[in-house]
């Protein structure tokens, strides 16, 4: 018999659902923070935590709410299910599953253990693993949603991309969640390109961009920021203005390494090969600079950069240095830091102006290819950069980050920068990471020959983990879609002339 104990949490519960439907994460938290002031270690509550701290990104406070729900109700899949989730975010994929097995033990007619258990086969390249977890899921719901989207991505990894589009048609999209409706479109999308059919894959794509803008981006962003920043240091970006800086005092300690570049450049794939060299530590998609344009103060970039004197510069590279120990821990001697943060592109000069020693590894892809890989796949940026949800916002967008970079390298010559690009890396990732490896002055290690099976340590990727690699397509996708891109390749010709790719437009 309910109680009204219970009245007050399943009242609480559904308050905590409608607020996060909403994206009122703080009044979501509020109300699992009053069910736990009664009841301390009730699996929904920790787990609806979990959830919000993963969405907030931040995964060490979503890992240890999921550690304390699982060791307070072992016999919860919920618990189970949510402790699955948070580790197979942070890329321990054997833990993850063995969390998602435990739920389905505990709870052998619930669809949803499956249907995780068959997206991390998925992601692990074995979609007929992955289609017999969807099988056992539908099983128990042949109507499971979530079920039918990976069973319908196993046919796209299997190259029966029709065979996807029939069976995603059969669902009707407004009956799912936000969530759910987006990746439903990203899937259908991605079935229809597979299958050759461009245009209704550009117009899901679109669907699928406009559901996240309208679901997942904060309501008071200022979308034009962003380019009127990068209009503004365009402007500013001169061999004259740099000549005006004073020195930079000597630097007290090695600089980082950083992975720079317009999104969607193979940057994940080149971290994975790198991470496999025993010197090699890398984080990933971590603001180290946050910082540092904290302390430089908000609209202080790029003006800022000609008024540092020498104490603030050490002052700030400090601040570095503080976040890189307090993301990493203390790295090895010897060991070479690789900042990955591809939209770090914009505040290079910042960084050259701290650490005029900082590489650059300057991440290039077909400009008509890295537009449309950048519109078409969701990446951390779009949160920072939500012109990304368009064709236009991002060839826009790639044609002022790239403009800019191009403005600061020849403002600042003795910037040091490797061009790395997508085609030869996927073309031959090892003779790509030796390159990389000769520009940082590291010696070659046959461990990255097998980069493929090497373990990945958590703590060599910081806080997020190592990324999942995707194979990457084998056709440049541009290709196909030129009659939409067709407009813009006037906005791209500067940048398909100056880094190389005119010859193959022509082609």
Not at 58 to 87: I, K
Not at 230 to 239: D, E
Request: net charge positive; proline share 8%.
């Amino acid at each position: 018999m309910s109680t009204p104990a219970d009245a007050r949490i399943e009242r609480l519960l559904q308050e905590c659902a409608a607020h996060a439907a909403a994206g009122r994460a703080a009044q979501a938290w509020t109300a699992c923070e009053r069910i736990l002031h009664s009841a301390p270690n009730h699996p929904l509550a920790l787990a609806k935590q979990s959830e919000l701290a993963l969405a907030a990104g931040d995964l060490n406070r979503a890992e240890q709410l999921a550690r304390r729900n699982a060791q307070a109700n072992p016999q919860s899949a919920q618990a189970q299910m949510s402790l699955g989730t948070v580790l197979g975010r942070r890329n321990q994929a054997d833990a993850a599953q063995a969390a998602f097995e435990q739920a389905a033990a505990l709870e052998p007619a619930n669809p949803l253990p499956y249907t995780r258990l068959a997206a991390m086969q998925l992601q692990r390249g074995q979609p007929a693993a992955a289609e017999t977890e969807a099988d056992r899921a539908l099983e128990r719901d042949p109507r499971f949603a979530e079920a039918l989207l990976i069973r319908a991505r196993c046919d796209v990894a299997r190259g029966m991309p029709e065979q996807a589009v029939m069976r995603l048609v059969r669902v009707a999209p407004h009956t799912l969640d936000p969530d759910l409706r987006m990746a439903y479109y990203f899937d259908l999308a991605t079935a229809q390109e597979a299958g050759r059919k461009p245009d209704q894959a550009m117009a899901s794509f679109h669907e699928a961009n406009r559901l996240f803008g309208l679901h997942k981006l904060p309501r008071n962003l200022d979308r034009e920021a962003l380019p009127k920043q990068l209009i503004h240091a365009i402007g500013r970006f001169s061999p004259e203005w740099a000549a005006t800086w004073p020195p930079a005092p000597p630097e007290e300690f090695a600089a980082p390494t950083f992975v720079v570049g317009f999104p969607q450049a193979g940057g994940e794939l080149l971290m994975r090969v790198l991470c496999a060299h025993p010197r090699i530590a890398v984080a990933w998609e971590e603001d180290l600079l946050a910082d540092v344009k904290k302390a430089l103060g908000p609209g202080a970039w790029p003006d800022v950069l000609a008024q540092l004197d020498g104490d603030r510069i050490r002052a700030l590279r400090m601040l570095l240095r503080h976040a890189i120990k307090r993301r990493l821990g203390e790295l090895t001697p010897g060991t070479q830091l690789i900042v990955k943060r591809m939209l770090n592109i914009h505040e290079a000069g910042l960084i050259h102006r701290l650490l005029p020693s900082a590489r650059f590894l300057l991440m290039l892809r077909h400009p008509a290819d890295h537009c449309l890989s950048a519109f078409t796949r969701r990446c951390p940026q779009t949160m920072h950069a939500p012109q990304l949800l368009t064709l236009e916002g991002s060839v826009k967008l790639y044609a002022q980050t790239m403009s800019l970079w191009l403005r600061t390298a020849q403002a600042l010559p003795q910037l040091h920068a490797l061009p790395v690009r997508y085609e030869q890396l996927t073309g031959d990732s090892l003779q790509c990471a030796q390159g990389v490896l000769n520009f940082l002055g590291v010696p070659w290690s046959d461990t990255v020959r097998a980069w493929r099976a090497a373990p990945v340590n958590r703590a060599r990727f910081g806080a997020q983990g190592a990324p999942a690699i995707k194979p990457p397509p084998t056709d440049p996708r541009w290709r196909a879609q030129l009659h939409t891109l067709r407009p813009y390749m006037p906005i791209l010709k500067p940048y398909l002339d100056a880094f190389g790719y005119a010859s193959s437009q022509q082609k």
